[in-house]
């Protein structure tokens, strides 16, 4: 059983960049106002639900965004630790 861990690093960057792509497409801007002068209990409701579905929309991109962050300096400790690893088994 191998104790190896591969991490391949510039799959890892493509994939955050292709999420990151996607995010920056992802729109989470709903209609403020539709029915905009209707008093139907319906169309206020609908209201509260779009926006409510937009703070949603922007906290989803901010969480992915933040978790990109992570992963990227996570990936760069491995990589860091791995040049070192190697580094200093090359000395001996």
Same mark, same amino acid.
């Given at each position: 059983?191998? /104790? !190896?861990?591969?991490?391949?690093?510039? *799959? +890892?960057?493509?994939?955050?960049?292709? =999420?990151?792509?996607?995010?920056?497409?992802?729109?989470?801007?709903?209609?403020?106002?539709?029915?905009?002068?209707?008093?139907?209990?319906?169309?206020?409701?609908? /209201? !509260?639900?779009?926006?409510?579905?937009? *703070? +949603?929309?922007?906290?989803?991109?901010? =969480?992915?965004?933040?978790?990109?962050?992570?992963?990227?300096?996570?990936?760069?400790?491995?990589?860091?630790?791995?040049?070192?690893?190697?580094?200093?088994?090359?000395?001996?």
């Amino acid at each position: 059983m191998s /104790n !190896e861990m591969l991490v391949k690093f510039s *799959e +890892v960057e493509q994939s955050i960049s292709r =999420i990151e792509k996607s995010l920056s497409a992802f729109n989470a801007e709903l209609p403020k106002n539709t029915g905009e002068g209707n008093t139907l209990d319906v169309v206020n409701r609908l /209201n !509260e639900i779009n926006h409510l579905l937009t *703070e +949603v929309g922007n906290a989803y991109k901010e =969480i992915l965004t933040l978790n990109n962050q992570t992963v990227r300096e996570s990936v760069q400790q491995l990589e860091n630790a791995d040049q070192e690893l190697s580094t200093s088994m090359q000395i001996r």
